[in-house]
């Protein structure tokens, strides 16, 4: 089953933690991209990365932190300097960089 | 800066009901715009539209782009309780950097 997966799906951090939200793929796609959505905000980038090795910042990289060493996984660290990191997360991902992108289920991202 | 907006945020109809649902741009380097479904958790594509006038169908929804004007609309044509959800319009620009603006999405909600 070709698709994008998530880990967590709901995650709990406490203020000054570091965290990491899994995505991976396996549908082949080159590029792949972090999304945050807050209610009445729509989708947000955080990061994207067109290639393997190689990301560029989005609108709202502050306080975070992406690696792409493999072309199936693109993990993103929510560091302790994200002042208001409670939201929800999307990873995506799509063949080329104009491509139509795909979704991952998302995850849940509550600071206590 | 690239701005998407979408209206009206949120509408509330009758199954059966016909609804259009609206998205305006103003990007740099215009390259597409696609229309997501968000019911729960993953945004799911709908369709993506490059070229001007030409409508883009499948089942009950129809969307075209008007470039000259910059908009583009999403219609539903008798809706169904299953159509409730968020509508999200994206718009991508750039050349080797490209991405994805997103709307703040318009909620439906389709009562039986």
């Known amino acids: 089953d070709g698709g994008i997966t998530q880990s967590p799906k709901y995650l709990f951090r406490k203020e000054g933690q570091n965290v990491t939200l899994s995505c991976e793929q396996n549908l082949n796609h080159d590029a792949m991209y972090w999304y945050r959505q807050d209610p009445g905000q729509g989708l947000r980038l955080i990061y994207y990365s067109q290639i393997v090795n190689d990301f560029q910042k989005g609108d709202i990289a502050e306080g975070y932190s992406v690696s792409r060493e493999k072309k199936e996984s693109f993990p993103l660290t929510v560091t302790s300097a994200q002042k208001n990191p409670t939201a929800f997360y999307l990873c995506?991902?799509?063949?080329?960089?104009?491509?139509?992108?795909?979704f991952g289920p998302g995850t849940r991202l509550t600071v206590l | 800066e690239d701005k998407v907006v979408q209206s009206p945020l949120s509408l509330v109809v009758h199954e059966g009901d016909t609804v259009t649902l609206n998205c305006s741009y103003e990007v740099t380097n215009f390259r597409s715009l696609l229309w997501y479904k968000q019911e729960k958790k993953a945004p799911t594509f709908l369709f993506m539209l490059?070229?001007?006038?030409i409508e883009k169908k499948s089942g009950r929804l129809s969307s075209i782009l008007d470039k000259k004007e910059l908009f583009s609309i999403l219609n539903i044509t008798a809706t169904q309780t299953g159509d409730s959800a968020i509508y999200l319009c994206?718009?991508?620009?750039?050349?080797?950097?490209?991405?994805?603006?997103f709307g703040k999405g318009t909620l439906l909600t389709v009562n039986p």
């Open positions: 994206a718009v991508g620009s750039g050349g080797s950097n490209y991405k994805l603006t």
């Open positions: 490059t070229s001007s006038g």
């Open positions: 995506a991902s799509s063949i080329g960089g104009m491509d139509t992108q795909y």
